[in-house]
């Protein structure tokens, strides 16, 4: 009687299909969860290169009560433009190179259940690597140089509008008093939302960390916002403020901008964030396809400031 084995999840490439579809959760997730997109406004189903954003604002008069109705003020259809980026990544992955990891280390006692999860690892890490790409051609892309979109350091600038302050790299000595600085720089239109922000790179958001941990006027036992200790969040409230300080990789040293995060509007296509796979039995190789669709505007740059 012959024995039959499966081999659905050994290391036998054969049995791949000739085509996976990884999907749109794993890519999608990734670039949630980035920084930005994480506090913007996204917009989940822009197509094509460019597409125009809705924000309504309405101008409110309020009158003395009288009989009739005598119409004041107005609604504003505000057109906030998303350029989009539309992205793929091709690469080749040969079999033999993944012996000595994945089959040895994933080996079992069986002769024929050698299982491992390279699909899973390999596509999760390019996934993660692609997001982290994206967040910083969020903050740091110029058409001048090339891009399909100018990034929010470009869009909120000085140039464009945003409240001038001059730039002070944070220290520990001076960390408190520099964003206590940026703070006061921010148009008093938007103080009394409850989404401002700050973005500054990881120097500046040192700086400001140890400044506030040297500082006799801060209280450590709140210090931290819940999993920071664990990376799950990086970020702090300026003390006596309603403004979130948010490093990221993608500011630039020399940088900071602020204002109410969901101003910021960050564009994808859903349907295009996609990851796949397939086995070619003739170069004996697994090839692996990802598209991915971004894109960023701004509402009232006016309503920000930049620190340059």
């Known amino acids: 009687m012959e024995t039959k084995k499966s081999l659905k999840f050994n290391y036998d490439l054969t049995n791949l299909p000739a085509y996976n579809s990884y999907g749109d959760e794993m890519l999608i997730k990734a ?39 005598s119409p004041t003020g107005e609604t504003v259809q505000n057109l906030v433009t998303v350029d989009l980026c539309n992205k793929k ?15 040895s280390q994933y080996l079992s006692d069986s002769n024929f259940q050698e299982t491992t999860a390279f699909e899973e690892v390999i596509l999760t890490d390019i996934a993660n690597r692609v997001a982290n790409a994206i967040e910083i051609q969020l903050f740091q892309n110029t058409v001048a140089g090339g891009a399909c979109f100018d ?13 001038a302050v001059t730039y002070s790299a944070a220290t520990a000595a001076n960390g408190l008093d520099v964003f206590t600085t940026y703070y006061e720089a921010i148009p008093e239109n938007v103080l009394h939302r409850t989404d401002l922000v700050m973005y500054c790179s990881y120097g500046d958001y040192r700086g400001l960390v140890a400044s506030m941990r040297n500082s006799s006027y801060i209280n450590l036992f709140s210090f931290d916002s819940a999993g920071a200790a664990t990376g799950e969040e990086w970020s702090v409230i300026l003390p006596s403020t309603n403004v979130r300080v948010i490093p990221s990789q993608g500011v630039a040293a020399g940088r900071v901008i602020g204002g109410a995060a969901e101003y910021v509007m960050i564009g994808t296509n859903a349907e295009m964030m996609t990851t796949k796979s397939m086995y070619d039995p003739f170069s004996d190789e697994i090839k692996i396809n990802m598209h991915a669709t971004y894109g960023i505007g701004v ?3 006016p309503s920000f400031f930049s620190a340059e």
């Open 31 to 69: 670039f949630l969860g980035l920084t930005l997109p994480k506090y913007s406004s996204v917009r989940p189903n822009l197509k094509g290169t460019t597409q125009k954003v809705g924000f309504v604002t309405n101008d409110i008069v309020l009158q003395d009560l009288s009989c009739g109705f």
């Open 89 to 103: 990544i091709n690469q080749t992955l040969c079999a033999y190179d993944l012996y000595d990891t994945y089959l």
């Open 151 to 163: 990034g929010l350091l470009e869009l909120v600038s000085q140039a464009n509008g945003a409240a």
């Open 299 to 301: 509402f009232d740059v």
